[in-house]
């Protein structure tokens, strides 16, 4: 441990840096108080009891607006977040502002508004009540539950994170010929392979516009802009295509997919057109494959790979896809 502290020199980031180290799933609970009005706040302090009888904590803030709400409410309910609810829990994490504007609710158990969409969703009782410091820990009994396969979100060093399961210790890879060869888990084995399993999905649709992977490249490029010139297309492709890139742009002009202009290159209808057919294509493939990687890990995999973009190429394509930026 690099940092300790005693309570008497206790540094409250460092005390909150060191919680926050403790990795946990993120809710929102909801009540209805007294006058009717629906509340609710994010909260990541949930966690399970004991399951005979079934009981779940969670602590409440003395200062949090619905306090004393909550501390006067029979009924509340929990809703474990999904990943893709992370908007939801800024939402209620802000004072204040009318949390369920625009939800879609139902009504629970003791008239609790309930939320939809999360991962699963405890209706509760609440059985004891315990003064925790600046806190007030609420136990509840659970008198009905739903759940979903939904992936959950994740709350790790005070940002949201994704959960992925593991492969179990031991587990052979899934290509067991590999299994003791560098290539078993070396990057750039796996970056390729997946690249070229992956196109090899979406190349049957370019074949039958007659184009090769390169000209795909450059003719979904043009589409960024309503023009490009040939120095922003070099740019933009510097360390992928480079040379290649010139005769990939004359097979797209000389198929009447783009013209060049003084200016420089842009689409023509049918390169337009000819490019929304395999964009589309491309996204479907794409759709199929995430969905049987799953959607955490599917989340996963692009951002882990968009910062790995961040490492290898530094420069990037932001001329590309930058609005403002002008080049060449
Ligand atoms: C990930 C996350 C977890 C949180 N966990 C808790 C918690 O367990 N208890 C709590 O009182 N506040 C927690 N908060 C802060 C409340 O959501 C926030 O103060 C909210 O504005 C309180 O709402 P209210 O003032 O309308 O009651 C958390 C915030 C975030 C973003």
Redesign the pocket.
């Given at each position: 441990m690099s940092n300790r502290s005693t309570p008497e020199s206790f540094d409250p980031m460092e005390f909150r840096k060191a919680l926050g180290s403790f990795a946990t799933g993120?809710t929102i609970i909801t009540t209805r108080a007294a006058d009717g009005t629906p509340?609710g706040?994010?909260?990541?302090?949930?966690n399970s009891v004991s399951l005979d009888p079934p009981l779940v904590l969670?602590?409440?803030?003395n200062n949090?607006?619905?306090?004393d709400a909550f501390r006067s409410a029979e009924h509340w309910a929990v809703h474990v977040l999904g990943s893709d609810q992370e908007d939801l829990?800024?939402r209620?994490?802000?004072?204040?502002e009318d949390?369920f504007s625009g939800l879609d609710t139902e009504e629970g158990l003791g008239g609790v508004p309930l939320l939809r969409g999360c991962a699963a969703r405890f209706e509760c009782r609440t059985a004891s009540q315990y003064q925790g410091g600046d806190?007030l820990i609420f136990i509840g009994e659970v008198l009905r539950f739903a759940r979903d396969e939904a992936a959950p979100l994740v709350?790790h060093g005070g940002k949201y994170a994704h959960a992925t399961r593991r492969d179990p210790p031991g587990q052979k890879p899934r290509s067991a010929h590999l299994a003791g060869s560098f290539g078993e888990d070396f990057l750039g084995y796996l970056l390729g392979r997946s690249h070229f399993r992956f196109f090899a999905q979406i190349r049957p649709f370019l074949e039958k516009e007659g184009l090769d992977d390169m000209e795909f490249y450059v003719l979904s490029t043009l589409t960024l802009r309503p023009l490009l010139t040939e120095g922003q297309i070099a740019e933009g492709m510097a360390g992928v295509l480079d040379e290649r890139r010139l005769r990939a742009v004359d097979g797209l002009v000389e198929r009447g997919f783009a013209r060049r202009t003084p200016e420089g290159f842009e689409l023509t209808d049918s390169g337009r057109e000819a490019a929304i057919r395999l964009i589309s294509a491309a996204k479907a493939v794409e759709s199929q494959v995430l969905e049987r990687l799953g959607t955490a890990d599917a989340a996963i995999l692009k951002t882990t790979l968009n910062r790995l973009l961040g490492v290898v190429d530094e420069r990037g394509a932001d001329v590309l896809w930058a609005k403002d930026t002008q080049v060449g």
């Open positions: 993120v509340l706040l994010t909260a990541n302090s949930f969670w602590s409440l803030a949090a607006g619905s306090f829990s800024g209620f994490a802000r004072r204040g949390k806190h709350f």
